[in-house]
């Protein structure tokens, strides 16, 4: 089976089949990040461009290195220090960097569908790496390799998201990729951040954590995303922490062999405990090993050779 796509723009387009391919190709790779030489011939000659309009570590780190593995050129604009910031446009910003001839166009945007408003006008492929409150497919993509390693698979799992949903395209594209793939999802977090619509995207909600956690298989936590709030969304954090913070003693409500996720950046001791992020059943850097391999497959799959 191909990937027979252009652009990667979110969960929402993918079928089970699609994301099967996508973690099989990915947990197929692996390997190559443990050899002595991490390197294979594939993508030579082949350029893929990352172009960041908003913060990241392990995002765009990791697309550059999973080029690399695969002999990719990489190239990456810095936008602060691109014509952006002297009122160019993402679109005339696009149609340059594509004057240019790359293969790929990885994206990270402010603005929800602006990996969509490019895919639309580019010749080359769009990978959309986060676009505002919408959707960051590869890292659900790297989230359900993760949880189908430890369970080894994903169908009838139960998987609680918890935190600031409404701010969250990690949580957006988790619940749809999870519910394709047959899992149960339930997320929780306090009124002001639980956007309408979760249900009709196929999850639960509570406003419970502990209700949440309870026979969980995955812990998912989130970020609070302060930068994308403005006051009234929350009271403390001291308070946040209180209601929706996971703890040691939480874990005891969930299965025996809980694993307990997070996208980073982490705040420690808002969100999760230092215990528990850094504790036993925490998979928080697998996480982040898989990302390499997610976006390895997803390079392979949209840009080698047929
Ligand atoms: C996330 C993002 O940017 O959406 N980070 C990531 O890619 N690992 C989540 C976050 O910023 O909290």
Redesign the pocket.
């Known amino acids: 089976m191909e990937l027979r796509r252009k652009d990667l723009l979110g969960m929402a387009d993918l079928t089970a089949q699609e994301i099967g391919l996508i973690l099989d190709t990915a947990a197929s790779l692996k390997e190559i990040s443990q050899r002595p030489i991490k390197k294979v011939p594939t993508l030579r000659g082949r350029t893929v461009v990352t172009l960041f309009y ?1 913060p ?1 570590t ?2 765009r780190m990791s697309f550059e290195i999973a080029a690399k593995r695969l002999s990719a050129d990489t190239v990456n604009l810095t936008v602060a220090a691109s014509s952006a910031v002297k009122g160019e446009t993402l679109a005339d910003t696009a149609a340059n960097l594509q004057a240019m001839q790359p293969d790929v166009l990885i994206i ?1 945007h402010q603005a929800s569908g602006a990996p969509h408003y490019l895919a639309r006008r580019l010749r080359c492929g769009v990978v959309n790496a ?1 676009d505002g409150l919408h959707e ?1 497919p590869t ?1 659900a993509l790297l989230d359900l390799l993760t949880i189908r390693e430890a369970k080894g698979r994903l169908d009838g799992l139960k998987v609680a998201i918890v935190g600031d949903i409404l701010h ?3 949580a957006r594209s988790n619940i749809l990729g999870l519910t394709t793939m047959g899992s149960r999802v339930v997320v929780a977090g306090p009124a002001t951040m639980l956007p309408p619509g979760l249900t009709a995207l196929g999850a639960e909600v509570t406003h419970s954590l502990e209700e949440a956690v309870r026979d969980a298989d995955a812990i998912m936590m ?2 609070l ?1 302060l930068e994308r709030m403005g006051q009234n969304f929350l009271s403390t954090l001291r308070e946040y922490s209180t209601h929706f913070g996971l703890a040691p003693r939480h874990l005891g409500l969930a299965r025996e062999d809980v694993i307990v996720m997070h ?3 982490l705040n420690r001791g808002v969100e999760i405990s230092p215990e528990v992020a850094d504790g036993p059943y925490s998979v928080i850097l697998e996480q982040v090993t898989n990302g390499v391999a997610v976006r390895m497959a997803v390079l392979l799959l949209l840009i080698g050779e047929r």
């Open positions: 908003e990241s392990r995002t990270r986060g960051h890292q969250s395209r990690v989130l970020r995303q996208p980073g950046p």
